[in-house]
């Protein structure tokens, strides 16, 4: 018999996120530390929409706690529940797996997986329904998009019990973060109705927010923004990389004083050692990297040992492959590939979302046993390409000037349309002089350019938006 459509989400709704690869549930005395009356409550009151999520939340801390081993087991067991899902139920992997004469059951072990085919945002743009679950209802299925760097946005589906707040609340309490405590927001989806703002109060009661629009800084919004900061008093900061350095610029400049929070926690872009440097002196507090997509929300983030993102095994799967789609050694960059393994409505299985990125070898003091992956610099099509085919790649232009974190407030690379490449610095007021600094990043650029295109560096007085970000790698 069918199952149902109610039937299928209840089986992969977020209570099956807390199972080990045996299918037991792995109980909240696992793992370390006591959760707070306060946010019980909180958890037990979303879990009336989103059901199991106090006990998911319970059972991400325990599985942080053990050891790779047992990691890498609940990560490939789940990993097989999703294939044989999406063969049986999923247009686009039934086909494909046909075409190809692969079967989920070929699939045995771990090191098989490479078999699976990789799925590209050609994939996506052009088969969106087909990657729709025929055991769910397509009305059921949240569309979102993102950008991409061709400028024509990608359609991504997902069901509605997806992990990502459970991750959120996990990362949270890395930070000594409750569900409940006060948060300043900059960053697009602002409640505007009074129906959306009164849903979002009783949803996270008591917790109270304030928001500032990234598309309407300004002096007065930012003043305004930070009087009801110092009313609210914010436990976290939480915005796009672009909107928090503008903001971190504002309160430098101004001479502000900003009410200290316990984090700042930085999104949506590639976040450079001198917009830290400039954030942590601007609010006063610690930043904490993330790492996510459109596609999938939550991936990776610190804790404050910050010598890595932690990503969230138990419920992606990344892999990073060379060029000939072999896993790369750790500290090696490669192409980042991702496999959501907690949805279900829309399976993304071995997707190619154009990030490169590396593993650490380094294990986390803190006690967190989730793997470590290095921030993630930027995109493949980030990179510059030279006549000769050499790539300036976005994990080494985005740390051109981190020895100069006192003396550059801002860049941006450019390469124009005839190929010539136009670096723009801001400098910092007591900066060490531009020819200095101009000298060590020509020599640096030089070195891998070797003259085959022309290269200016010059000092600006502001960085342009091309487009809705002023990106740090910009090509016409």
Request: proline share 5%; glycine share 8%; with cysteine.
């Amino acid at each position: 018999m069918s199952k149902t459509s109610k039937q299928i989400v209840q089986e992969f709704s977020l209570r099956n996120i807390g199972k080990n690869s045996y299918g037991e549930q792995l109980r909240a005395n696992n793992y370390k530390g006591a959760m707070n009356f306060a946010t019980y409550v909180c958890l037990l009151r979303y879990s009336i929409v989103k059901k199991g999520a106090l006990t998911a939340y319970k059972n991400a801390m325990a599985r942080q706690q053990l050891p790779a081993s047992k990691l890498h087991e609940i990560t490939w067991e789940k990993t097989l529940r999703l294939l044989e899902y999406a063969y049986d139920n999923v247009p686009w992997y039934t086909k494909r797996f046909k075409t190809i004469g692969l079967h989920p059951k070929d699939i045995a072990r771990p090191e098989h997986f490479n078999q699976v085919p990789i799925v590209t945002r050609d994939d996506l743009m052009n088969n969106f329904d087909h990657f729709i679950s025929t055991k769910v209802n397509p009305l059921s299925v949240k569309v979102s998009y993102t950008r991409g760097s061709s400028g024509e946005p990608l359609k991504v589906g997902m069901g509605k019990f997806g992990s990502g707040q459970i991750r959120k609340w996990q990362m949270y309490s890395w930070w000594g973060l409750n569900p409940w405590d006060n948060v300043a927001l900059l960053q697009r989806g602002v409640p505007r109705t009074g129906w959306e703002k009164f849903i979002f109060n009783v949803m996270g009661w008591p917790k109270k927010a304030i928001w500032l629009d990234p598309n309407q800084i300004n002096g007065k919004g930012i003043q305004d923004f930070i009087k009801k900061c110092g009313r609210i008093r914010p436990k976290l900061i939480h915005g796009d990389v672009g909107a928090l350095d503008a903001v971190a610029d504002f309160i430098i400049d101004n001479n502000l004083k900003f009410p200290p929070p316990k984090v700042i926690w930085a999104t949506g872009a590639a976040l450079t050692r001198s917009q830290e440097d400039k954030m942590n002196a601007a609010f006063g507090a610690p930043v904490c990297g993330h790492y996510g997509c459109s596609e999938i929300n939550f991936v990776a983030a610190e804790c404050p040992s910050k010598i890595g993102l932690h990503v969230f095994s138990d419920s992606v799967n990344l892999e990073i492959l060379d060029e000939f789609d072999m896993p790369v050694k750790k500290g090696n960059y490669g192409r980042i590939i991702l496999t959501n393994l907690d949805e279900y409505h829309f399976p993304l299985i071995r997707y190619e979302n154009g990030d490169i990125g590396r593993w650490l070898p380094a294990r986390c003091k803190s006690g967190i046993g989730l793997p470590l992956l290095d921030r993630v610099k930027g995109r493949i099509s980030d990179g510059i390409v030279l006549p000769d085919g050499t790539v300036l790649a976005s994990e080494f232009l985005t740390t051109l000037f981190d020895d100069f974190t006192d003396s550059v407030k801002q860049f941006q690379i450019l390469q124009r349309k005839s190929g010539s490449i136009l670096v723009n610095i801001v400098l910092k007021e007591n900066h060490i002089g531009m020819e200095k600094i101009e000298a060590i990043a020509r020599h640096r650029l030089q070195r891998r350019i070797k003259n085959q295109v022309r290269l200016l560096i010059r000092n600006v007085g502001g960085i342009k938006s091309y487009g809705e970000r002023a990106g740090f790698i910009v090509k016409e």
